[in-house]
């Protein structure tokens, strides 16, 4: 049976026509495939592309609709939906800007979905069926499984390959929670099907996704109860950016429980509740949805991995440092293997792929430098080592760092809170790690990323040109600071010396 997405209106038809189109013909496999991708997300895709590209015979399997979470349930829809989210808060922003709304603001809930639909479809082109097989590459609609170790059955047909990459990716996880599969609940595979704003909505889990949506929704006017269970949002960050962000979202409405255990899920008459405790104090949220965003899980497990001799655990399939499995024809790339999981992680690793699995590579996934970034508002990004990652593998460093507040694009743009902190082996300025909380961090990472693949020191920084006014200017700021470390009181002495022979 075809996949269905709700609702079933002009977009998300043309979304399907795209990403899992009917009726659809599969190819009659004949010979050995070079490469085989098992998955049409962004890893698999990457993969059987630059395959076929590059001249071999390329094929990708998908069960359900090609772009994966990306295209469908992730970056994409999400980040339609946060980008009307600020187009409403900033209409809350008059005061402070000089400018004033007659009358209320509504948010038009439907419109707002209708948009993010509408661009998830016009996007949808680019991972289109029609077009991966003009590009030579042939696409399978249906469940793979590995019936040998260099060969697979879909739909009744065998597939013969020299090499497979699988990118199968992941699926949202559910916590534990007595009740809460009785009363329902949003993951981010369902939340975007949604048509109507929920007057209540708690949402378990303060990572990225659970933070994003949490203030989306306050946004939209939704009543927000967020709950993590750390003493802070986003655990894996730095703790001062993630304080920064914590507080904006206290500022605008979202309810915090942080440190609080979920207990049991009831339905409530036509409402949801839920029992959670903290030091023995118990509380009941009364809400229309839950939203659950405390992680994923890997899709591994009907692969008939067996079969192929593909070693595996709940975590997902074992790769060593070049991506290979335990079966040496077979690679895995994106989130099937790893807790970096992110769609530029699963392009990167599809690249690595490439190379090892074609041309005998021996291209190391330890040495890739990659960002991460929550897009929250502001923005909080990251790359490389925290100081106490640093301090766990003994590297001793330097630390600079800038304040949005003196940056003058920051405090023309009235987004001044946030700061970019980098981090440098000790004495060297080489880049080691860096956190930036801003509302552009996403595009400020990118600088710093550039240093750390390609070795160089905030030298290298200092010594470039940034437009002015700009935020990246606290980039440059902590680019100055690093020189300025290099002007030692023996440097500084012979300056002077030589000034004072000139004059």
Same mark, same amino acid.
């Given at each position: 049976?075809?996949?269905?997405?709700?609702?079933? !209106?002009?977009?998300?038809?043309?979304?399907?026509?795209?990403?899992?189109?009917?009726?659809?013909?599969?190819?009659?496999?004949?010979?050995?495939?070079?490469?085989?991708?098992?998955?049409?997300?962004?890893?698999?895709?990457?993969?059987?592309?630059?395959?076929? @590209?590059?001249?071999?015979?390329?094929?990708?399997?998908?069960?359900?609709?090609?772009?994966? !979470?990306?295209?469908?349930?992730?970056?994409?829809?999400?980040?339609?939906?946060?980008?009307?989210?600020?187009?409403?808060?900033?209409?809350?922003?008059?005061?402070?800007?000089?400018?004033?709304?007659?009358?209320?603001?509504?948010?038009?809930?439907?419109?707002?979905?209708?948009?993010?639909?509408?661009?998830?479809?016009?996007?949808?082109?680019?991972?289109?069926?029609?077009?991966?097989?003009?590009?030579?590459?042939?696409?399978?609609?249906?469940?793979?499984?590995?019936?040998?170790?260099?060969?697979?059955? +879909?739909?009744?047909?065998?597939? %013969?390959?020299?090499?497979? +990459?699988?990118?199968?990716? =992941?699926?949202?996880?559910?916590?534990?929670?007595?009740?809460?599969?009785?009363?329902?609940? &949003?993951?981010?595979?369902?939340?975007?099907? &949604?048509?109507?704003?929920?007057?209540?909505? +708690?949402?378990?889990?303060?990572?990225?996704?659970?933070?994003?949506?949490?203030?989306?929704?306050?946004?939209? #006017?939704?009543?927000?109860?967020?709950?993590? %269970? @750390?003493?802070?949002?986003?655990? /894996?960050?730095?703790?001062?950016?993630?304080?920064?962000?914590? $507080?904006?979202?206290?500022?605008? =409405?979202?309810?915090?429980?942080?440190? *609080?255990?979920?207990?049991?899920?009831?339905?409530?008459?036509?409402?949801?509740?839920?029992?959670?405790?903290?030091? =023995?104090?118990?509380?009941?949220?009364?809400?229309?949805?839950?939203?659950?965003?405390?992680?994923? %899980?890997?899709?591994?497990?009907?692969?008939?991995?067996?079969?192929?001799?593909?070693?595996?655990?709940?975590?997902?399939?074992?790769?060593?440092?070049?991506?290979?499995?335990?079966?040496?024809?077979?690679? $895995?790339? #994106?989130?099937?293997?790893?807790?970096?999981?992110?769609?530029?992680?699963?392009?990167?690793?599809?690249?690595?792929?490439?190379?090892?699995?074609?041309?005998?590579?021996?291209?190391?996934?330890?040495?890739?430098?990659?960002?991460?970034?929550?897009?929250?508002?502001?923005?909080?990004?990251?790359?490389? &080592?925290?100081?106490?990652?640093?301090?766990?593998?003994?590297?001793?460093? !330097?630390?600079?760092?800038?304040?949005?507040?003196?940056?003058?694009?920051?405090?023309?743009?009235?987004?001044?809170?946030?700061?970019?902190?980098?981090?440098?082996?000790? @004495?060297? =300025?080489?880049?080691?790690?860096?956190?930036?909380?801003?509302?552009?961090? @996403?595009?400020?990472?990118?600088?710093?990323?550039?240093?750390?693949?390609? /070795?160089?020191?905030?030298?290298?920084?200092?010594?470039?040109?940034?437009?002015?006014?700009?935020?990246?200017?606290?980039?440059?700021?902590?680019?100055?600071?690093?020189?300025?470390?290099?002007?030692?009181?023996?440097?500084? #002495? &012979?300056?002077?010396? *030589?000034?004072? *022979?000139?004059?």
């Amino acid at each position: 049976m075809p996949p269905q997405i709700e609702p079933a !209106d002009e977009f998300n038809q043309a979304l399907l026509a795209n990403a899992h189109p009917t009726p659809w013909q599969n190819p009659r496999p004949e010979g050995r495939y070079n490469l085989v991708a098992i998955g049409g997300g962004t890893a698999g895709i990457i993969a059987a592309l630059g395959a076929a @590209g590059l001249g071999g015979r390329a094929a990708i399997i998908e069960r359900h609709l090609l772009g994966g !979470d990306c295209l469908n349930f992730g970056c994409v829809p999400s980040k339609a939906l946060l980008r009307s989210a600020r187009a409403v808060h900033q209409t809350t922003l008059g005061a402070e800007y000089g400018f004033a709304v007659d009358g209320a603001v509504r948010t038009d809930f439907p419109a707002v979905m209708q948009r993010m639909r509408r661009l998830r479809a016009q996007i949808s082109h680019h991972d289109s069926a029609q077009r991966f097989t003009a590009l030579g590459v042939d696409v399978f609609l249906g469940s793979a499984v590995f019936t040998g170790p260099d060969t697979l059955e +879909v739909d009744g047909q065998s597939l %013969r390959f020299a090499r497979a +990459v699988i990118a199968t990716g =992941g699926r949202a996880a559910a916590p534990e929670l007595d009740g809460l599969a009785d009363v329902g609940y &949003l993951t981010n595979e369902t939340v975007f099907s &949604l048509t109507t704003l929920p007057r209540r909505l +708690v949402v378990i889990g303060a990572g990225p996704v659970g933070c994003e949506l949490a203030q989306a929704f306050r946004r939209f #006017g939704s009543e927000v109860q967020l709950i993590g %269970r @750390g003493d802070t949002i986003l655990p /894996k960050e730095d703790p001062a950016a993630a304080r920064i962000v914590q $507080a904006q979202l206290e500022r605008e =409405g979202v309810h915090l429980h942080l440190g *609080w255990k979920t207990l049991r899920a009831e339905r409530t008459g036509d409402s949801k509740s839920l029992l959670i405790e903290r030091a =023995g104090q118990k509380q009941k949220l009364i809400a229309d949805e839950f939203l659950v965003a405390v992680g994923r %899980r890997p899709n591994c497990e009907v692969l008939g991995l067996e079969a192929a001799g593909v070693a595996y655990t709940d975590r997902g399939v074992t790769v060593d440092d070049h991506l290979r499995t335990s079966n040496r024809a077979i690679f $895995a790339a #994106g989130d099937v293997c790893s807790k970096q999981q992110f769609t530029h992680a699963a392009d990167a690793m599809a690249r690595l792929c490439i190379q090892n699995a074609l041309f005998l590579g021996r291209k190391r996934l330890s040495s890739l430098v990659i960002p991460r970034c929550t897009y929250t508002d502001p923005e909080l990004a990251q790359v490389g &080592l925290t100081p106490a990652e640093a301090a766990a593998q003994g590297i001793a460093i !330097d630390s600079y760092r800038a304040e949005l507040k003196d940056v003058d694009r920051a405090i023309v743009d009235g987004e001044d809170q946030g700061f970019a902190l980098v981090h440098t082996r000790k @004495g060297t =300025g080489r880049v080691i790690g860096a956190t930036i909380v801003a509302p552009h961090a @996403g595009e400020m990472i990118a600088e710093i990323t550039l240093l750390m693949t390609r /070795k160089l020191s905030l030298g290298a920084l200092a010594s470039s040109i940034h437009c002015y006014p700009t935020q990246t200017e606290a980039l440059k700021r902590i680019a100055d600071g690093y020189s300025r470390t290099r002007l030692t009181p023996r440097v500084a #002495g &012979l300056f002077k010396k *030589w000034l004072a *022979w000139r004059r």
